[in-house]
């Protein structure tokens, strides 16, 4: 079980002036499996994520992806890992002066070498399988909210990735969308085989669709376990965790 | 007076590092331009917004440079009954100093801070890092269009000028102030010479890299700014210094690249 971690992450520290934001987080991500992050907000959930992508550098401590050190390789290095990271960013981060057609289009057309047809194909798929189709010549600030996670995730998946990040796809989208999106994941995840890591506060839903559950408190990753693990765990921190998003219900101990 | 020294240590140290990034920032730039793929129809649209939309500013302040020339030219030159002078004072005076600069910095107010503004705001709602995410080089893909469209532009925007200055030059020196229409034009093709126009090219292809430089690294390293505020206010306060340290630059560029080329 140890040898197939893709990402794995070393005593990372980083603060932000006197604000001590991630205080020595270890965690790995196992390949072909989804790693859902939890926390409070705040407390730097979407950081790591970015330590990931090699977006930030840490004060300490090292991120290591596919067993290379982000910070210590090349430009060219770098670029070739991210070749297989699908991204959503928590905020979206479409392209805001070009339509949906071309903000799903534009790794397709900068990254590979198919046709326009082909492109067309491809994207009105992705954008269906999204719920988004006949938005394509909309801009991303003429959409809700929700339709840009939904137009973000398109993107983020429009060339099949072999890693994907997700920050919040849920978030402001209504119940019945996000489980259509969590039917999308596991879908997508079945044919595709890709390794996600997915922050989200939609617990205990996210449950349904995670391998393993990380709870990020006070900088530091408590454990990284098994959804029923995770919700059975005796740490204090945890249990707290789990009962405030859950209630006591789900915690055997305290039924009365 | 310690604080004093400390201060000034770390003024010091940002503004070093700020120039180093400035300097990184061209290194990559010139050799994205340089790397493979090439796509044509981006350049073509920046051409069109640096190049194609500020003809009608260059026209517009090219003829009345042009005019003012004329106008000052011809009372000066009148005093020693050399009016027949006018139209190589005029040329040269447009085609060695006053095209490359007035151009530059004309495309610096329209362009240059639109490019500033424009990168910026990518950059704070992490479209940069999206691109990067994507393994998609935000030098080769966002920057390298402006610098290459910069480099067509600057030249033709300069060319355009120093024709419309000369014309309006023409139009007061000659059909307002009644000199004459033959000496006008043949003191010009007498007196100017291929290095002239060639210092004005090597002037306005300097400027063009300048501008699209500091322009295009205010913009692209606005997270990184100290004490210009964050978010819009940010991008506001890089987009002013983009252009008054461009402007500073053309004119103190304008003197070595004269001294250089003299
Ligand atoms: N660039 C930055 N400069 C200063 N502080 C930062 C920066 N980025 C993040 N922080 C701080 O780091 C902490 C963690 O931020 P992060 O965005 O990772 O939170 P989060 O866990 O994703 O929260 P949420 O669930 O609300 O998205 C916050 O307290 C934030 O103030
Ligand atoms: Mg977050």
């Keep these: ?256 | 007076m310690l604080n004093y020294f400390e201060k000034l240590g770390a003024d010091t140290l940002y503004h070093l590092n700020q120039t180093g990034r400035m300097g990184i920032f061209l290194f990559y730039s010139l050799l994205s331009i340089i790397r493979p793929p090439y796509k044509i129809f981006p350049i073509i649209k920046q051409t069109y917004v640096i190049g194609a939309l500020s003809i009608f500013v260059i026209i517009f302040t090219g003829a009345f440079s042009g005019m003012v020339l004329g106008l000052q030219g011809y009372h000066t030159l009148s005093k020693f009954g050399a009016e027949g002078l006018l139209g190589s004072a005029v040329a040269l005076s447009l085609i060695r100093e006053l095209g490359p600069v007035l151009a530059a910095l004309m495309v610096t107010g329209r362009a240059g801070s639109a490019i500033c503004a424009e990168i910026g705001i990518m950059r704070i709602s992490e479209q940069v890092d999206a691109l990067e995410c994507m393994a998609i080089d935000p030098h080769k893909y966002i920057i390298a269009p402006k610098f290459i469209a910069g480099i067509i532009s600057l030249p033709l925007l300069t060319a355009i000028f120093d024709v419309t200055g000369i014309m309006g030059g023409y139009l007061v020196g000659v059909g307002m102030l009644g000199g004459n229409a033959g000496t006008y034009f043949s003191s010009m093709y007498k007196d100017v010479e291929f290095s002239d126009i060639y210092m004005g090219l090597v002037k306005s292809l300097c400027f063009g890299v300048l501008i699209i430089w500091i322009c295009a690294s205010k913009g692209y390293y606005v997270h990184l700014n100290r004490g210009g505020g964050f978010g819009a206010e940010g991008v506001s306060s890089a987009t002013t210094n983009a252009v008054v340290l461009s402007s500073v630059s053309i004119l103190l560029f304008d003197y070595f690249l004269t001294s250089v080329l003299l």
């Excluded at chain 1, 990931?52 to 004060?59: E, Q, R």
């Excluded at chain 1, 194909?121 to 719920?131: S, T």
């Excluded at chain 1, 909309?138 to 398109?154: D, E, F, I, N, T």
């Excluded at chain 1, 765990?233 to 006591?248: F, L, N, Q, R």
């Design chain 1, 1 to 256: 079980m140890n040898d197939n971690a893709i990402v794995e992450l070393i005593d990372i520290k980083k603060s932000f002036g006197s604000q001590q934001v991630l205080r020595g987080v270890n965690l790995r991500i196992m390949e072909g499996k989804t790693t859902v992050i939890v926390g409070g907000s705040g407390q730097g959930k979407s950081l790591i994520i970015k330590h990931i992508l090699g977006l930030v550098t840490p004060d300490s401590g090292r991120a290591l992806v596919y067993g290379k050190e982000l910070n210590k390789i090349s430009k060219k290095e770098l670029k070739d890992i991210r070749t297989n990271f699908g991204v959503l960013f928590q905020n979206s981060a479409l392209f805001d002066s070009m339509t949906v057609y071309d903000n799903v289009a534009l790794p397709l057309r900068e990254r590979t070498r198919i046709t326009e047809e082909e492109t067309e194909r491809i994207v009105n798929e992705k954008l269906k399988m999204m719920d988004v189709e006949g938005t394509n010549k909309k801009y991303p600030a003429q959409l809700s909210g929700g339709m840009k996670k939904r137009v973000g995730l398109a993107r983020a998946l429009v060339l099949d990735p072999k890693i994907v990040f997700f920050d919040e796809p849920t978030t402001g989208l209504d119940a019945a969308k996000s489980n259509e999106i969590y039917r999308v994941f596991s879908r997508t995840q079945k044919k595709l085989g890709y390794t996600s890591v997915i922050v989200s506060h939609d617990v205990p839903k996210i449950f349904k669709l995670a391998d393993y559950v990380a709870l990020l408190h006070n900088g530091i990753v408590r454990d990284c376990l098994t959804p029923d693990e995770f919700q059975l765990s005796d740490d204090p921190v945890i249990k707290d965790y789990v009962e405030t998003t859950m209630g006591p219900v789900y915690s055997s101990e305290m039924e009365v």
